[in-house]
Nanobody, 125 residues
Framework: QVQLVESGGGLVQAGGSLRLSCAASGRTFSSYVMGWFRQTPGKERDFVARINWSGSSTYYADAVKGRFTISSNNAKNTVYLQMNSLKPEDTAVYYC??????????????????WGRGTQVTVSA
């Protein structure tokens, strides 16, 4: 059974940092691209960042570029999202995603194969 389990969310003041983790299990993910999305109530899901499993290629949404860093540890089957200089508008539930790499990356999340359950990030002003 494939599982993506996020952790590391919480409450932080504006300007602070958090590191999210996504532990993947249940299959080999070497043929997957891993990513993070976020969503707030009443709004559509937003793409945040993605990384190929080897870690050689990353891409970020403009809203987080220069502040967030996505990375991976293949030995631990874990993907990370280091979030620095957090802003109140970063408040959302953050979801880990895995998509098979033969498909073009889905920035809407529509083609994602597996989702985690999400972790709440709240940034206070």
């Amino acid at each position: 059974q494939v599982q993506l389990v996020e952790s590391g969310g919480g409450l932080v003041q504006a300007g602070g940092s958090l590191r999210l983790s996504c532990a993947a299990s249940g299959r080999t993910f070497s043929s997957y691209v891993m990513g993070w999305f976020r969503q707030t109530p009443g709004k559509e899901r937003d793409f945040v960042a993605r990384i190929n499993w080897s870690g050689s290629s990353t891409y970020y949404a403009d809203a987080v570029k220069g502040r967030f860093t996505i990375s991976s540890n293949n030995a631990k089957n874990t993907v990370y999202l280091q979030m620095n200089s957090l802003k109140p508008e970063d408040t959302a539930v953050y979801y880990c995603a895995a998509q098979q790499n033969y498909k073009p990356w889905s920035y809407t999340g529509d083609w994602v194969d597996y989702w985690g359950r999400g972790t709440q990030v709240t940034v206070s002003a």
